[in-house]
């Protein structure tokens, strides 16, 4: 920030070559999300994810059916999480997180702290502050 509290361009390039932590591109939060539900809940089945993603954002979020399974499938694909196929005759399939997927994760985690912290409560800080001047 200048001294004027404006924000420099530099302040906005956060990134580093040896971390994405510091990085400002995209998060994949539905994989985040899918991965932390499927590591809380092993076995979970997509449809048992949506009802859980529901849940968990307190009815703000519903995931589409197409976008849901076609990103377990990237997972699966990208050995983040295995799947069996249920035994209950039914086309289901109970998802487990992998090493792979448990790692990946915790650095989504990682990411995701870092731009809380650093960027979106500064942000959000700065926001307020000048609201608050403005009403002044």
């Keep these: 920030m200048d001294g004027d509290g404006q924000m420099n ?3 906005t ?7 994405h932590s510091k990085s400002l ?11 932390a539900l ?11 994810l949506m009802k859980q993603i529901v849940k968990f954002t307190g009815g703000d979020i519903q995931l589409k ?7 377990l499938r990237r997972l699966e694909g990208a050995g983040l ?8 005759g039914r086309r289901r399939r109970a998802y487990r ?3 792979k997927g448990l790692h990946t994760l915790k650095s989504l985690a990682d990411q995701i702290d870092h731009r809380v912290n650093r960027v979106l409560l500064p ?4 926001v307020s502050q000048s609201t608050e001047k403005r009403r002044a």
Excluded: C, F, M, W
Aim: net charge negative.
């Design 25 to 35: 591109a995209p998060i994949p939060l539905v994989r985040a999300l899918l991965l």
């Design 65 to 71: 059916t197409g976008t849901v399974y076609a990103e």
């Design 81 to 88: 999480v295995s799947a069996e196929q249920e035994e209950s």
């Design 123 to 126: 942000l959000l800080k700065i």
């Design 13 to 19: 390039a956060l990134q580093s070559s040896d971390s």
């Design 38 to 48: 499927i590591l809380d809940r092993p076995g979970s089945t997509g449809y048992d």
């Design 9 to 11: 361009r530099d302040s």
């Design 97 to 99: 997180l992998t090493k």
